[in-house]
């Protein structure tokens, strides 16, 4: 099925989760420590995806995942032993595009990979929508799936993009949560509205020249986010 990348510092829980999941069809590549996961991670040909610890020995996680996203835009699911709210957040913003919650099934993390290989294949525009949409300094090229600031294009991930997308194909209405996780991440992360909100964080980090006061995507308290044209 595809090429994956585990970085694990347990012995026990790489091996158990690289012989799980090569008998789901994976080939599974696993090491120990975040600098060797960022070496591999990145190399050429590197991995499909990602399977990437919290916290590890010599480098945090999210360190890691830093290190990745400043070379490649790879998926990366990120592994954290508690659900804590701050804990996932922070891994999502480092660019992890999912994260899982240990101890976790093997079948389940089978599950979350699949779907973000799946979401990881970007979509082409739909017949009749607009080739090109702009809002101030950024333009976003439906047709390559180019999005660039001033003309420097912005590296996105396929999760941002999409993302981005579906803001973009409806400017000035707002988007909820729950229409954002279906449309964009699909029916299985309906009640993973903290996946939207740091997804946007991050986005806005890439397209907005002041993240702090978004002119691009506004959020609309109490009820989503609008993409809105300058």
């Known amino acids: 099925m595809a090429n994956i990348l585990l970085v694990e510092d347990d012995p026990d829980i790489n091996a158990a989760f690289r012989l799980a999941l090569s008998q789901r069809g994976h080939s ?6 975040g600098g060797e996961g ?9 991995p499909d995806l990602v399977v990437l610890d919290l916290m590890l020995p010599d480098l945090d996680g999210r360190e890691v995942c830093r290190r990745i996203r400043a070379v490649s835009q790879i998926p990366i699911i990120m592994m954290t032993a508690r659900g804590d709210d701050a804990d996932v957040v922070l891994g999502l913003e480092s660019g992890a595009d ?6 976790v099934e093997p079948y389940l993390l089978d599950a979350r990979i699949r779907a973000l290989l799946r979401r990881s294949s970007l979509p082409v525009a739909p017949a009749g929508e607009s080739d090109v949409v702009t809002s101030g300094a950024l333009r976003l090229d439906r047709k390559s799936l180019v999005t660039s600031i001033n003309g420097e294009a912005v590296p996105l991930t396929a999760t941002e993009t999409r993302l981005l997308l579906e803001l973009s194909k409806h400017p000035g209405q707002v988007r909820s949560r729950e229409q954002l996780l279906r449309d964009v991440w699909g029916t299985d992360y309906l009640n993973e509205s903290r996946m939207v909100d740091a997804s946007i964080q991050r986005l806005r980090s890439k397209v907005e020249r002041d993240p702090s006061q978004p002119k691009i995507i506004a959020t609309v308290r109490g009820f989503g986010y609008r993409f809105d044209l300058q």
């Open 38 to 46: 960022v070496a591999l991670a990145t190399e050429v040909p590197g």
């Open 28 to 33: 599974v590549a696993g090491c120990f420590l």
């Open 98 to 103: 999912d994260y899982v919650v240990k101890p």
